[in-house]
């Protein structure tokens, strides 16, 4: 690891105590300890890329999904773990009966043997099961991560990482006379919206629900790749009408990127998946949400989700004024013809 105060390149024995054997002085996190094995040059980095260069502001559960949506297992490593793992505690169960004398060991070997190749082929036959409905979460809960990592890293440098903010502190700002409002359920991305003042830049009122947006105004509605997510886009467009502008995450637009974070939940039994045909959604992407999977929109880094508002204004402003619509069209150095 690299002190994150000298650069000293530091062995295991070297950093005993978050402390640097070289400078003396202590660091925050322990890389063999800490959550997604963070240390604090990492969450610097983190810190330095979720800011794209230019000072935004980026919410913890931000920082948290960028700290680890590379450690996320997919389906297919979440299979081999239960696989390893029941096959381990068949061997350790054998094991221990004998050892104990609970069983003989001669009766033990003879009826373990064929039950772990039953048991063994009989995973293997419920791969394509599993797969279909295995948990795949954040492998470090959020409320860990803050105790952890932040906590941990607030003791020791006197404050969050640079450029990040609490969003259990940020209220969005009342906009007295809104060209434009936004919806999202979600608080983080809301605060982060407050934060980077978006309010200000666009007369944007923000908004987690659609009894208290204001009248009048179109609405930019970003969402999860979700059952929800959709279900809250649908309603958007009943309630909302023409004023609704749906720019959230799509299930194609997630599934096509490599590097999208992709989260399973099981499906409760009476969860309602006949909306999802009233959506404008191809078959493949209302079978992957019906399965289960989703998507953050929390986990879009600040630079993006800006990206997308300042794209949903410009759409807006476009369809209200055919010459700047026209304009738009021309392009910037080409040539209008006739």
């Known amino acids: ?13 070297e950093r005993g105590g978050r402390r640097c054997s070289t400078c003396k002085r202590e660091f925050a996190l322990e890389p063999k300890e800490s959550p997604f094995g963070l240390h604090d040059i990492r969450v610097r980095t983190l810190a330095e890329r979720l800011g794209a ?30 696989r390893i793992g029941v096959s381990v505690t068949i061997v350790v169960v054998a094991f221990l009966l004998m050892v104990t004398r609970a069983a003989p060991a001669g009766a033990v070997i003879l009826l373990g043997v064929p039950v772990l190749a039953l048991t063994i082929v009989g995973l293997h036959v419920a ?5 279909q409905r295995a948990t795949v979460r954040m ?18 440098h006197g404050g969050r990482p640079p450029g990040s903010i609490d969003e259990a502190q940020v209220r969005p700002p009342v906009v ?16 982060c919206l407050a934060a980077n003042n978006v309010s200000q830049t666009w007369a944007m009122a923000l908004s987690d629900r659609i009894d208290r ?16 997510g959709v279900a809250l886009a649908g309603q958007a467009r009943v309630v909302l009408g ?71 204004v410009e759409r807006v402003e476009d369809a209200a004024d055919p010459e700047r619509r026209r304009a738009r069209e021309v392009g910037f150095l080409t040539w209008p013809t006739g």
């Open 1 to 13: 690891m690299i002190c994150p105060h000298c650069n000293a390149n530091l062995l295991r024995k």
């Open 53 to 82: 260069g230019r000072g935004l502001r980026f919410t913890l559960v931000q920082l948290w999904y960028a700290a680890g949506r590379k450690k996320v297992p997919d389906a297919e490593r979440v299979y081999k773990r239960v």
């Open 127 to 131: 791969r394509p099961w599993f797969q």
């Open 139 to 156: 492998p470090v809960p959020y409320n860990v991560f803050r105790r952890d990592v932040i906590d941990r890293w607030t003791s020791v």
């Open 176 to 191: 007295d006379q809104p060209r434009f409002a936004v919806l999202c359920p979600d608080a983080s991305v809301l605060a």
């Open 213 to 228: 947006l204001p009248p009048d105004v179109p609405v930019i509605v970003l969402h999860d790749a979700s059952l929800p």
């Open 242 to 312: 023409g004023r609704a502008v749906v720019v959230g995450l799509s299930p194609r637009a997630v599934s096509a990127n490599a590097s999208a974070l992709r989260l399973r939940e099981p499906r409760p039994p009476q969860a309602d998946t006949a909306f999802l045909s009233r959506e404008p959604l191809s078959v493949a992407e209302i079978e992957w949400l019906a399965e289960g999977w989703w998507s953050p929109i929390a986990a879009i880094p600040p630079a993006k989700l800006l990206a997308v508002l300042e794209r949903a």
